[in-house]
């Protein structure tokens, strides 16, 4: 196992910021009950105020410790400009309020921007077209299941507004932020590294001068962030372009402070890239084991992934990542996919060399659940 080390035992209680570097500040905010406590975001010193890091789910007490942070973290200085890794609700919740309020520019990166904007403006359902229904049949759900997904999701929703993906608030107007770009903040320059896979275009900020990556969801030290396929994509390839955003996020110097989304602040990154990347690929070499002995459909493989029983929500999460799984096998020519005459997809293993491979007997012990991050 990787050996991580972390430099904090606990994170700052929400409304309060600890310095992690030099005009570095990390602050927490509620994540709404969950598997997760925090979602932790960062502030950036510049010349005339402050840059914000990711900015919490729209829930109401996460503005309020947003205005506590304000009147008593910036010295009196301003937001001059707010970045947000990625669209997904824990992220960009107040990007809308902060930028009101401040009259300041968002940066996120071009594909984010606009899915979250498309996502605000509603639409079709994820789960009440045509379309869905087939990604559903095909991965080898029952019929009645996309009702409790209905009904799970409207739940949820009704509960939790905060965590939908459709966040209303999100800024009419932004400014794009690139790979390889440069942003200079308080005379020290964060480079946009993106990544692929979690989300379609996530950026993480390097300085080079403090050894420092803001890695959002990109890079977690202790969770496996959520690679899904989705019925609104179903023949997306997802864990082919994590897998070679990690590998290109190892250029990174081995003694880098890592400042993620999640967990704690961490040393390590070589080891936790090399882990993260080990863990899908012994996940697929479980599937190849499994596709090997009979086809299956990727319901009957969320066992082989997945320990715990999972409720309908929970399910889809694995569903896709179960399908992300089996679509870079096919890509590498590991598994062939038959669409059967009950309209399910069945995997089978067809590499030759996977006797070879394979060790049934000493895979990683599936993880508990799907993560929503
Ligand atoms: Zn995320």
């Known amino acids: 196992m990787t050996e991580l080390r972390y430099p904090y035992d606990e994170h700052p209680p929400p409304g309060t910021t600890v310095e992690v570097a030099p005009g570095v500040l990390w602050l927490t905010m509620p994540m709404g009950g969950g598997s997760l406590n925090h979602i932790n975001l960062y502030l950036l010193a510049d010349d005339e105020g402050w840059w914000v890091f990711d900015t919490g789910l729209p829930l109401a007490e996460t503005a309020e410790y947003w205005q506590q942070i304000f009147s008593t973290a910036l010295g009196g200085r301003p937001v001059v400009g707010v970045i947000c890794s990625h669209m997904h609700p824990d992220h960009i919740g107040q990007s809308g309020m902060i930028t009101e309020q401040f009259r300041c520019p968002l940066y996120m990166t071009r594909t984010e921007y606009y899915q979250a904007r498309t996502f605000s403006i509603g639409g079709p359902s994820h789960y009440g077209t045509w379309q869905s229904e087939e990604y559903f049949r095909r991965a080898g759900m029952p019929v009645d299941y996309l009702e409790a997904l209905r009904t799970a999701w409207q739940d949820r929703g009704g509960a939790n507004p905060a965590m939908s993906m459709s966040q209303t608030g999100v800024p009419g107007s932004y400014v794009r932020m690139q ?195």
Request: net charge negative; with cysteine.
């Open 179 to 373: 790979d390889g770009e440069i942003l200079t903040i308080g005379g020290r320059e964060w480079r946009v590294i993106v990544g692929q896979g979690h989300s379609p275009e996530h950026a993480c900020l390097y300085c080079s001068s403090l050894k420092v990556m803001l890695s959002g969801d990109q890079i977690l030290p202790v969770i496996t962030s959520n690679v899904s396929v989705h019925a609104n994509e179903p023949y997306a390839n997802p864990l082919m372009v994590w897998m070679e955003s990690l590998d290109r996020l190892l250029a990174v110097p081995a003694d880098t402070f890592v400042l993620p989304a999640h967990n704690l602040p961490f040393y390590g990154v070589r080891d936790r890239l090399r882990g993260l990347m080990s863990h899908h690929e012994d996940r697929m070499l479980a599937i190849e084991e499994h596709c090997a002995l009979e086809p299956a459909t990727a319901k009957e493989l969320l066992p082989v992934l997945f320990a715990r029983e999972l409720d309908a929500r929970q399910m889809t999460m694995a569903l896709g990542e179960a399908i992300a799984h089996l679509h870079l096998l096919m890509h590498r020519n590991r598994i062939e996919r038959e669409l059967c005459e009950d309209g399910c997809y069945r995997y089978r293993s067809i590499d030759p060399d996977l006797g070879r491979r394979s060790h049934p007997d000493r895979h990683d012990a599936p993880s508990d659940q799907p993560v929503m991050v």
